[in-house]
C-alpha cells in the first residue's frame, strides 16, 4: 500500500503586496501570487499559507517523474530590506508557485484536511535528494 506523509516547508517568506488573494473563503483563494523572501535558509520548497513555492530544480525533478495532484503557475519573488541586510548580494534561483489541486492520500500531491500539504512516498523521495532540511515531516494518516 503506498504511503504518504504531510509536509512543512520552510517559511522563508510571506504572501507580498502583489498577492491576489479572495480572503472569504478557507483557505484563501490566491489567483496571482507573489512571495517575498524575508530570510531563505537555503530549501527547494518554500510556503507561506496557502500557497507553496519551489525552485527551478525542483520543479525541474518533480517534472521528470509525472507526478499527479499538482501544477506549476508563474511566481513574483521579491525580497525584503531584511533579506538584504541579512544576505547582502546573494542571488537567488528561479522559483515557481506549485499549486496543489489533487487528492490527499490519493494523488502524490493534495491538502490534507487541515490544509496542510500531503505528498506520496515517491514525491518525498525526490525532496530528499534536493534539500528540505527545514522542511518538517510526519506520516500522513
Known amino acids: 500500500m503506498a504511503r504518504y506523509f504531510v509536509v512543512e516547508p520552510e ?3 510571506e504572501l507580498g503586496a502583489d498577492t491576489v488573494m479572495d480572503s472569504s473563503v478557507h ?3 490566491v489567483s496571482r501570487l507573489h512571495y517575498e523572501l524575508n530570510g531563505w535558509l537555503g530549501d527547494d520548497l518554500l510556503e507561506s499559507f496557502p500557497c ?3 525552485t527551478e530544480r525542483c520543479k525541474t525533478a518533480l517534472e521528470k517523474e ?3 495532484g499538482y501544477s506549476v503557475a ?3 519573488v521579491t ?3 531584511t533579506f538584504r541586510e541579512l544576505y547582502p548580494g546573494r542571488s537567488l534561483p528561479t522559483f515557481h508557485w506549485l499549486k496543489v489541486n489533487g487528492t490527499a492520500g490519493k494523488d502524490d500531491f493534495g491538502l490534507a484536511k487541515d490544509h496542510r500539504l500531503a505528498v506520496s512516498e515517491g514525491v518525498l523521495r ?3 535528494s534536493l534539500s528540505i532540511e527545514h522542511c518538517d515531516i510526519d506520516d500522513f494518516h
Open 79 to 81: 525580497v525584503s530590506d
Open 126 to 128: 525526490v525532496l530528499k
Open 11 to 13: 517559511v522563508a517568506g
Open 74 to 76: 508563474p511566481v513574483k
Open 52 to 54: 507553496y513555492v519551489v
Open 66 to 68: 509525472g507526478f499527479t
Open 27 to 29: 483557505p484563501p483563494r
